[in-house]
Antibody, heavy 115, light 108 residues
Framework: EVQLVQSEAEVKKVGESLKIACKGSGYSFTSYWIGWVRQMPGKGLEWMGFIFPSDSDTRYSPSFQGHVTISADKSINTAYLHWSSLKASDTAIYYC????????WGRGTLVTVSS | SSELTQDPAVSVALGQTVRITCQGD??????ASWYQQKPGQAPVLVIS???NRPSGISDRFSGSTSGNTASLTITGAQAEDEADYYCDSRVNSDKHVVFGGGTKLTVL
């Protein structure tokens, strides 16, 4: 059974760093792109970027380029989304999903950033 | 343009047929995929490619494309189909993905 298990909810302060994780199982982790999708409170889905774990080829949405870093550790079947300095506007649910299409999704990680 | 446009809200009477549309230039080159999202849940893929339903998705759901418009049709809508629906497609020579703004479906 394909599963994407995401890390637990996080509460952080503005300016802090954060890395959230997405662990894949039940399939060949290195054979599929893993994408990250943001959903701000009450809003729609936004594609942030994705990574191909086999060679770490990474693509970013222009809206998120430079604001987050996507990485992967294929030895432990895990993809990551990292912020070096959080903003209050980063408050959202972040989903990872296997691509293409996005056929399996994690349950989401709620990130709350307060000042 | 790399945008996908959806109607914000659509309603359908119980048991009737509804079409949810998604417009964008990228749809002339790439198929849309469609996702259903219910409150408090992660999105679920319902249609991909030309008209492919993942295992476990009701055959009430079907997809089609004409020109720059992709459509998700729900035939005989049920109460459990009430949800937000999003389309997406590849853009930028297949290097990026874009989502539509989403359509809130109400089943009356």
């Amino acid at each position: 059974e394909v599963q994407l298990v995401q890390s637990e909810a996080e509460v952080k302060k503005v300016g802090e760093s954060l890395k959230i994780a997405c662990k894949g199982s039940g399939y060949s982790f290195t054979s599929y792109w893993i994408g990250w999708v943001r959903q701000m409170p009450g809003k729609g889905l936004e594609w942030m970027g994705f990574i191909f774990p086999s060679d770490s080829d990474t693509r970013y949405s222009p809206s998120f380029q430079g604001h987050v870093t996507i990485s992967a550790d294929k030895s432990i079947n895990t993809a990551y989304l990292h912020w070096s300095s959080l903003k209050a506007s980063d408050t959202a649910i972040y989903y990872c999903a296997r691509n293409d299409p996005f056929d399996y999704w994690g349950r989401g990680t709620l990130v709350t950033v307060s000042s | 343009s790399s945008e996908l446009t959806q109607d914000p809200a659509v309603s359908v009477a119980l048991g009737q047929t509804v079409r949810i549309t998604c417009q964008g230039d990228s749809l002339r080159d790439y198929y849309a995929s469609w996702y259903q999202q219910k409150p408090g849940q992660a999105p679920v893929l319902v249609i991909s490619g030309k008209n492919n339903r993942p295992s476990g998705i009701s055959d009430r759901f079907s997809g089609s494309t004409s020109g720059n418009t992709a459509s998700l049709t729900i035939t005989g809508a049920q109460a459990e189909d009430e949800a937000d629906y999003y389309c997406d497609s590849r853009v930028n020579s297949d290097k990026h993905v874009v989502f539509g703004g989403g359509t809130k479906l109400t089943v009356l």
